[in-house]
């Protein structure tokens, strides 16, 4: 089954601290795999996608076959990451995004 | 800001009516998709319209339905409403190309009392 998990609900952490949220998948075949954000009353935005290794403000991403994992990262989290997280996994049958539940990272000054 | 727009923002309704949820999708689009979040999940695909036709349908039952217009824009349709579908519905637009981001917008929250 398709699937995407992301085991914490809430992550706080301080300012200056790493930040590491977690996401595992299950799919048969080769992954499209996706960060999305949403900041506080604002709508669901693209943050980054596997495919692009990318860093956008200061987060990366690494696809680990292996551990069939996509964690994203940052060494140094700031008081504006504060927001939802949610990792996402492309279907190329039916086009669609698999979402997890979603993580809510907490940063503390 | 995307483009993509949802009307309208904030709607409550009896269990057992109708409602029906519009969505303008960004210019250049041709590709719609409609999720549901209910409070505390992520995001669940319901369909996805391409050139006016459902192309993909997660599981959802048939009162859920959809429509795409000549100009890319949706309606998402939900006929005898219950409870458990108060959520936030979001639209997310596309050009249907593997690879390319879906831009979403600011959703509907739907309330059935």
């Known amino acids: 089954a398709q699937r995407v998990t992301q085991p914490e609900k809430l992550l706080s952490v301080f300012k200056g601290a790493p930040v590491e949220l977690k996401c595992n998948y299950s799919?048969?075949?080769?992954?499209?795999l996706f960060w999305y954000v949403q900041y506080s009353r604002q709508r669901l935005q693209l943050l980054l996608r596997?495919?692009s290794r990318e860093s956008i403000k200061g987060f990366t991403a690494d696809l680990n076959k292996g551990e069939t994992s996509f964690h994203l990262k940052k060494p140094f989290a700031q008081e504006e990451d504060s927001a939802m997280y949610y990792c996402?996994?492309?279907?190329?049958?039916?086009?669609?995004?698999?979402f997890g539940t979603g993580t809510r990272l907490q940063v503390f000054p | 800001e995307t483009g993509v727009t949802q009307s309208p923002t904030h709607l409550i309704k009896t269990r057992g009516q109708q409602v029906t949820l519009r969505c303008s999708s960004q210019?250049?689009?041709?590709?719609v998709s409609w999720y549901q979040q209910a409070l505390g999940q992520g995001p669940q695909f319901i369909f996805q319209?391409?050139?006016?036709?459902?192309?993909g349908r997660g599981n959802f039952p048939p009162r859920f339905s959809g429509l795409q217009f000549p100009n890319y824009s949706s309606e998402l349709n939900v006929n005898a409403l219950e409870l458990d579908d108060s959520a936030l519905y979001l639209c997310?637009?596309?050009?249907?190309?593997?690879?390319?981001?879906?831009?979403f917008g600011q959703g509907t929250r739907l309330t059935v009392v």
């Open positions: 799919y048969s075949g080769s992954p499209e």
């Open positions: 596997h495919i």
């Open positions: 210019s250049g689009h041709n590709t």
């Open positions: 319209y391409y050139r006016e036709e459902e192309n």
């Open positions: 996402a996994l492309r279907d190329y049958n039916t086009d669609k995004l698999i």
């Open positions: 997310a637009s596309s050009s249907g190309q593997v690879g390319v981001e879906a831009f």
